[in-house]
Structure formats: C-alpha cells, structure tokens
C-alpha cells in the first residue's frame, strides 16, 4: 500500500541532492558545528512559570498614576530639565521672590507648575469617578450622597483651581 505525500511536505532538497549531507556543507558551518558535537544539552526539569493577572485595583493605580504623569508633563520635565520653582525680582522692594507659574510662555512650565496642574487634573478626574459610584444601586443612600458630595466638591474645586492656573498663566486669557 503506497502513501502520497502531499506536494507541501516534498523537499526541494530531495531531488537536487541532501544539502545537510557533511560533503556540501560549507566548511565554515563544520568549524561553527565542532565544538558543539561534543557538548550534549543537560536535563533540566523546568517549569513554565505560571503568570496571574493584577488586579482591577492595581490596573487603576497604573494607570491613574500615568494619567497623572502625562498630563503633568513629566516627559517634558525630563527632557528640557526646567527648575523646580522660578523666581522675579520684586519692583518696589527689590527682594527676590519665588514665582511657580512661568507666566506669559505657554509652550514652558517649572516642575511645580506641572505637578500642581498635573494634580487639579487627577482631582477633576476622581471626582468623575466618585460620581460614577454614586450611581450605584447596591449602596446604602447615606453612601451615595457622601459619594456624590464628595465627588461634586473634587471636580468643582479642580475645575476653579484650573482657570486660575489659566489665568496665570495667560493673564489676558478670556478678558
């Protein structure tokens, strides 16, 4: 009884001759191959590792805390390297007084600028999420008005301190 073997499991090989065969090996391939015939692979008795997910929690927290660093502008503090605070001498007394806002450059930041910015983001954004809880059927009612107050309070108060920070920035800005 003969077998057929399909056309994609024929070698080419086979019928222009055995290239693994040592007379058509390249010589350097047999130098390479010397070494390793005497060398014969150990048994090792591995196991695969076994891999859990993280938690729902711990996916927030990364990524809360990415949010956090983006909008901040953490990539661009470590890549121009601006100072931590800035400081502008005083007209009428002439002291040196700190300054965190680079006021009138809007493409330039110091790191507490970012970092306070970064912040009212992150508030803004938990008060989203708080109000989202309180949404919840499954919660007792006294919960779901601390939610909402709490939530309503986050994002009022990110939302005042961000215009502010706007207009610092840009003092001219919707005047």
């Known amino acids: 009884m003969s077998t057929k073997v399909p056309l994609h499991h024929q070698s080419s090989a086979s019928s222009s001759g055995d290239s693994s065969s040592p007379s058509s090996m390249d010589p350097l391939l047999l130098i390479l191959k010397l070494p390793y015939s005497a060398l014969r692979v150990p048994r090792m008795r591995l196991k695969v590792p076994s891999f859990s997910l993280p938690s729902a929690m711990t996916v927030f927290s990364l990524v809360l805390a990415t949010y956090f660093l983006v909008v901040s502008g953490f990539i661009y503090d470590v890549i121009v390297e601006p100072p931590g605070i800035g400081s502008a001498q005083d007209p009428v007394t002439?002291?040196?007084?700190p300054v965190v806002f680079l006021?009138?450059?809007?493409n330039g930041q110091y790191i507490i600028e970012g970092l306070s910015s970064g912040f009212m983001f992150l508030l803004g954004g938990v008060g989203i999420i708080l109000l989202d809880l309180a949404l919840d059927k499954h919660r007792a009612k006294s919960v779901k008005v601390s939610f909402a107050a709490a939530g309503v309070s986050s994002?009022?108060?990110a939302y005042v301190m961000s215009m502010l920070f706007v207009r610092i920035k840009i003092p001219s800005y919707l005047r």
């Open 94 to 97: 002439g002291n040196v007084k």
């Open 155 to 157: 994002l009022a108060f």
């Open 103 to 106: 006021s009138g450059r809007v």
